[in-house]
């Protein structure tokens, strides 16, 4: 992290991000990883595709409160990876202990979830951990607390 801290808040990041997608081409990850909160990656580049996927990610978040610290793990098929967005700003770098939304990254796995006074979203609400397949979903999970 070469940035303050509050350059790693949502909208921040969706500002440079924009600026990424307006231009219409691939970057090298090892290149952008600082400009947007990516803490690890597989793929040498980071498409326009990703780059829509975080997108929507950090515009869904801003709407729903999760204005802080975010960050992305650009995975490839079949491993860990996701999109994660907090309440908090970061105190050290590191995401904060505090509520977060989550969506995956890969078409493998499109679920949205969400911690939440230290429960995790869908499964509190009896259902399985993959099954808030939509932001909407997602909204109406959050509307309900």
Known sequence: MNRPFSDYNAEPVLERLEKMIEAGWSRRIDVVYDDLSIFD?????????HMKQMR???KEAI?????GYVCFKVGTHCCANGMWAHKEETKNGYSPDGDFIYRSFTPDYT???AKIN???YPEAT?????????????ETILASL
């Open 41 to 49: 990656w597989w793929p040498e580049k980071l498409t326009v595709s």
């Open 56 to 58: 929507t990610f950090l």
């Open 63 to 67: 709407k729903l409160g999760y204005t």
């Open 111 to 113: 679920n949205w979830q």
């Open 118 to 120: 230290g429960q995790n």
């Open 126 to 138: 009896g259902a399985e951990w993959d099954s808030c397949k939509t932001a909407k979903q997602l």
